[in-house]
């Protein structure tokens, strides 16, 4: 096989392996689903236009988490400016909330939190909790210092808590909430996930296939 | 610096909360490639190789393939070998190769020399000189000990097609044939328009024709297959392709099968073609052989097993489970998946499509005989495996040698 083939088999490879991790990047990076799927299928479209290069870096995987980021936070950005004519609300009520049928409320919870702090604080925050990268690979990955990304991570996490807190007010009588921590009450699995628009009004989220 | 072990835990598990739709994704990737495909966008890939040797053979044929999931099944009047829920739960997502597309002239003529070897006849009408004259089947001679009793000939042969005029002119070269099982005799090959999954389709269509007339002197055929489908884009809805021997039933008595792998029948097969996609959807272009416990099988028998051999595909979920690994055969690495319902399916996946392929498929038959039982031989088909989108292949050449 040819070494383009053998390229080929690589992105392949890298595709099937990568994909679910690229995916819930972007989801916590950006903090909707549909939408962080799409940002996957991006970074990796955008990976196999230049996958010679990729391949080139040190660590593909790296590479590719950067341009998940990337498009992660560039489309908050368009998509804050399409909605910041239309809401004027606290940030994390701005952005739908998503209630899938099978996380917790307490996860719930988290991702509203998260959504209220800085596209580029949370992405330190999720990559070093959430993907516990070390902390230069996180400084590589936004390009920004290491002492940087101690204090924005320091920063997002106080703000996590504090605000995980406000949540819990917030959204105290709308729901029932277990006991905060660790809230294990899992929602019955049995209907689709939908999206709860704070209007009230649900919307079914495309059918995905078991 | 300290990291806040509650937090760390509760978004550690936060990240797996999210459940990506790989359908979804692969959906949007190829709606990329899709793009790339159409010549405004082109100029962002000059200088960039697409791929392998049998890419760049694509590419000059014109070569446009999209999207795909789901694994084509191959054959008709048989329960799906995968359904949604069951062995087909796409798991992986497709391994994502992206066709070559340099627009050019889609006249594809196959090259003059074919590589030694080739089992392409030169058919001497008077008789089969050893394997190389009869294109569909070498002669019986030597010993067709496999020829069973039941089955009218295994063709002992000069007196084959090659030799004598063949029916094929039943069909105008152009004209095309679009009910289910039509059929185009080419020899001893037929055409036939299967449809064997299309009333899956919310709509949509195939037709088949021959578009080189009766099959050449070589005996080597050309066809072509348009469809368009639409709807449950997991499952398989048509397979037209041309066959030797059984289809679920018999259709000649002369085809030369069936064959009983004991006696290492030799199978080569010469086959170039182009894919042009209209409509990104999944379609595959596979060889197809089956197996019975029997010489002669009627249209209702259950085969053991089945091999399928994936030369190019768009992009399509590979089943879950089954994967056996990864083998080099002739030339190329397949994929090796196995399933089993009525009967084991071993898949061969080329990792790298073609659209050029002169093969030894009993050196697959040799592999796959390490996954499942194959007694004997009934047929061998090659064909088209559509599951929706809209688009077109022409088989520009075409031939099959048993001996």
């Given at each position: 096989m040819s070494a383009a083939g053998g390229g080929q088999d690589r992105f392949e490879d890298f595709y099937n392996r990568h994909l679910d991790e690229l995916a819930r990047l972007a989801w916590l990076v950006l903090g909707d689903g549909a939408d962080a799927d799409d940002v996957a299928a991006d970074a990796l479209m955008a990976a196999w236009r230049q996958w010679d290069r990729v391949c080139a870096s040190d660590r593909p995987l790296a590479y590719v988490r950067r341009m998940v980021v990337n498009i992660a936070i560039s489309r908050i950005r368009t998509r804050t400016r399409d909605r910041r004519r239309f809401l004027a609300l606290v940030p994390w009520a701005a952005v739908d909330q998503v209630v899938d049928a099978d996380t917790t409320a307490a996860d719930q919870d988290l991702r509203a939190a998260l959504l209220a702090l800085p596209p580029r604080r949370r992405a330190c925050l999720v990559l070093r909790y959430?993907?516990?990268?070390?902390?230069?690979?996180?400084?590589?990955?936004?390009?920004?210092?290491?002492?940087?990304?101690?204090?924005?991570?320091?920063?997002?996490?106080?703000?996590?808590?504090?605000?995980?807190?406000q949540i819990?007010?917030?959204?105290?009588?709308?729901?029932?909430?277990?006991?905060?921590?660790?809230?294990?009450?899992?929602?019955?699995?049995?209907?689709?996930?939908?999206?709860?628009?704070?209007?009230?009004?649900?919307?079914?989220?495309?059918?995905?296939?078991? | 610096m300290t990291v806040d072990p509650e937090l760390h835990d509760r978004l550690s598990r936060l990240r797996d909360a999210h459940q990506p739709d790989r359908e979804r994704i692969r959906a949007r990737f190829e709606a990329g490639l899709a793009a790339d495909v159409d010549p405004a966008s082109a100029r962002r890939r000059v200088g960039?190789?697409?791929?392998?040797?049998?890419?760049?053979?694509?590419?000059?044929?014109?070569?446009?393939?999209?999207?795909?999931?789901?694994?084509?099944?191959?054959?008709?009047?048989?329960?799906?070998?995968?359904?949604?829920?069951?062995?087909?739960d796409p798991a992986g997502v497709a391994p994502p190769y992206v066709p070559p597309t340099t627009p050019a002239p889609a006249t594809t003529v196959p090259a003059a020399g074919l590589p030694p070897g080739t089992a392409v006849a030169t058919t001497s009408p008077a008789g089969p000189?050893?394997?190389?004259s009869d294109p569909i089947t070498a002669p019986g001679a030597a010993g067709d000990p496999a020829a069973p009793a039941g089955s009218a000939a295994t063709t002992t042969a000069g007196s084959g097609p090659a030799s004598s005029p063949p029916p094929s002119t039943a069909m105008p070269a152009g004209a095309e044939l679009c009910r289910h099982k039509d059929i185009?005799?080419?020899?001893?090959?037929?055409?036939?328009?299967?449809?064997?999954?299309?009333?899956?389709?919310?709509?949509?269509?195939?037709?088949?024709?021959?578009?080189?007339?009766?099959?050449?002197?070589?005996?080597?055929?050309?066809?072509?297959?348009?469809?368009?489908?639409?709807?449950?884009?997991?499952?398989?809805?048509?397979?037209?392709?041309?066959?030797?021997?059984?289809?679920?039933?018999?259709?000649?008595?002369?085809?030369?099968?069936?064959?009983?792998?004991?006696?290492?029948?030799?199978?080569?097969?010469?086959?170039?073609?182009?894919?042009?996609?209209?409509?990104?959807?999944?379609?595959?272009?596979?060889?197809?052989?089956?197996?019975?416990?029997?010489?002669?099988?009627?249209?209702?028998?259950l085969p053991v097993s089945e091999v399928r051999i994936i030369l190019y595909r768009t992009p399509m979920d590979l089943p879950?489970?089954?994967?056996?690994?990864?083998?080099?055969?002739?030339?190329?690495?397949?994929?090796?998946?196995?399933?089993?319902?009525?009967?084991?399916?071993?898949?061969?996946?080329?990792?790298?499509?073609?659209?050029?392929?002169?093969?030894?498929l009993g050196r697959f038959l040799h592999e796959a005989a390490r996954y499942t039982r194959l007694p004997w031989l009934t047929s061998v088909h090659a064909g088209v495996g559509v599951n929706d989108g809209a688009g077109q292949v022409d088989t520009t050449r075409f031939s099959l040698t048993l001996s």
């Open positions: 959430a993907f516990d990268l070390p902390e230069q690979e996180v400084a590589d990955l936004l390009q920004i210092a290491v002492g940087t990304v101690k204090s924005q991570t320091a920063k997002a996490a106080a703000q996590l808590r504090r605000d995980l807190d819990e007010v917030a959204l105290g009588e709308v729901r029932p909430r277990p006991p905060h921590p660790g809230g294990a009450g899992r929602r019955p699995a049995s209907r689709a996930p939908v999206t709860v628009h704070r209007s009230g009004r649900l919307r079914a989220r495309p059918e995905v296939t078991p | 960039r190789s697409w791929g392998g040797a049998p890419a760049r053979v694509a590419a000059a044929l014109l070569v446009v393939g999209l999207a795909a999931t789901g694994v084509v099944v191959s054959n008709r009047d048989r329960p799906a070998i995968v359904d949604a829920g069951g062995a087909s000189g050893p394997a190389a185009a005799d080419l020899g001893r090959l037929h055409l036939v328009n299967d449809l064997w999954g299309s009333d899956r389709a919310t709509s949509g269509n195939q037709c088949v024709s021959v578009s080189g007339g009766p099959p050449a002197a070589d005996g080597s055929v050309a066809w072509s297959t348009r469809w368009s489908w639409a709807g449950a884009p997991g499952q398989p809805k048509s397979f037209s392709n041309v066959y030797l021997g059984w289809d679920w039933g018999w259709k000649e008595a002369d085809s030369g099968l069936p064959r009983n792998m004991a006696d290492r029948p030799g199978i080569r097969s010469r086959w170039d073609f182009t894919v042009t996609a209209e409509t990104p959807g999944r379609m595959e272009v596979a060889y197809d052989l089956w197996f019975h416990d029997r010489p002669d099988p009627a249209g209702d028998t879950a489970g089954g994967r056996q690994g990864t083998v080099t055969v002739e030339g190329g690495t397949w994929d090796v998946y196995r399933f089993g319902t009525d009967w084991d399916v071993v898949t061969f996946y080329r990792t790298a499509p073609t659209t050029s392929a002169d093969l030894d």
